[in-house]
């Protein structure tokens, strides 16, 4: 491994949750004492449960591994020691071409004895993040509930994203009945929807939308997800913004070429103006939800909520994946030179950091946008 890839290994092991990262083996090393972190595992194998799962944006040569033309996936990690990372790890990406035989092939182990955890690496793949408050909604839709030990990095955000959620939804609950015994039943209405049971428990809001059963328990499901991102949305933008202004004004330390100079600009400017593209698609996925949403509420017009709700899982997705560009930006920038100490950033280190960024595939680059 280079010592690129070393550094990199090294930066996880601090992570435990994030929308790039799931660290199962940093939960086994803090939780491997806790009697639930064995008899409730999320995998069946022990390898599996103590290896590094990643959202990981394919390079060329990798996406010839796919044959459904996917610019991101699912990377697991084996450490080749759990207790010290730095000594690097086996991948394995879930999907590719020959995925079950190689995940075989480094498990030891027969692929009967594998189904329910490959079902399980299935569903981390269907999602573009792997955020622990996003993962118990899904995990537990799937009807896979591991010791809470897994799930509890997000436990300090539940609270006030169920909030945010709750009040989003409030909002249908109140305009749903008249003024005569209105905060009782929207009360109930908003329990309703919260619940796990939520499409069976609002039967008239489904006959309301025309939709069938099958369809409107998917869409009322990826609504609160696309909330959950609308609420990481609001938080990272004050975040975003810093960071730009961080990165224009960061100058490398040492004497530098014009050539270099003119480098460097010409990544800033690309990184901006990509950065510009996904703010954009972000701002039009919410558009498309709350302009169906409000034209429901408001003028009693089921037709554009309903069209939402049916292509809320491709929204999610959409939304997902240019949150996680975003966020992978802020969360990388954390780990260049300090405040205070940018300065000393050295010509290499900046031109690997902005090269890093300057590598998301989620958008075109100019050229082609204009073509």
Not at 42 to 53: E, G, K, Y
Not at 168 to 196: C, H, Q
Not at 215 to 240: E, H, N, T
Request: overall charge positive.
């Amino acid at each position: 491994m280079t010592n690129a890839q070393i550094r990199s290994l090294a930066s996880l092991e601090n992570v435990i949750s994030s929308s790039r990262v799931f660290n199962l083996n940093k939960i086994y090393k803090l939780h491997r004492m806790n009697p639930e972190h064995s008899e409730k595992p999320l995998f069946s194998n022990v390898q599996l449960n103590r290896t590094i799962i990643l959202k990981h944006r394919l390079r060329p040569s990798e996406r010839t591994e796919f044959t459904d033309g996917r610019s991101v996936a699912t990377k697991i990690l084996f450490p080749l020691d759990t207790k010290e990372i730095k000594l690097g790890a086996q991948y394995l990406f879930v999907g590719q071409r020959d995925f079950e035989d190689r995940l075989c092939e480094i498990l030891r182990e027969k692929i009967v004895n594998l189904g329910g955890d490959i079902v399980i690496l299935n569903l981390l793949d269907s999602i573009p993040s792997l955020d622990s408050y996003l993962l118990r909604q899904f995990l537990e839709r799937g009807g896979i509930r591991p010791a809470d030990c897994y799930l509890e990095n997000g436990v300090a955000d539940r609270k006030p994203v169920q909030q945010f959620v709750l009040t989003e939804i409030s909002t249908l609950a109140k305009m749903s009945f008249g003024p005569d015994d209105a905060d009782e039943k929207a009360r109930a209405l908003i329990d309703k929807l919260l619940s796990p049971d939520a499409a069976e428990a609002t039967d008239g809001l489904r006959e309301t939308l025309q939709m069938d059963k099958a369809d409107y328990r998917q869409g009322l499901f990826f609504w609160k997800a696309i909330l959950f991102y609308k609420w990481q949305i609001k938080k990272i933008v004050p975040i975003s913004v810093k960071v730009f202004r961080e990165m224009r004004r960061i100058h490398p330390v040492e004497f530098t070429k014009k050539v270099d100079r003119v480098k460097i600009e010409s990544m800033r400017n690309s990184i901006a103006y990509k950065f510009s593209l996904l703010c954009t698609e972000v701002d039009d996925v919410i558009a498309i939800y709350e302009n169906a949403y409000n034209d429901f509420i408001y003028n009693g017009n089921p037709v554009g909520f309903r069209k939402f709700l049916n292509s809320s899982p491709i929204l999610f997705r959409k939304l997902g994946e240019s949150y996680n560009d975003v966020a992978h930006i802020v969360n990388f920038w954390k780990f260049r030179p300090k405040k205070g100490h940018s300065v000393a950033v050295t010509l290499s280190q900046l031109s690997a950091t902005l090269m890093e960024f300057e590598s998301m595939a989620t958008t075109k680059p100019p050229e082609a946008a204009r073509a």
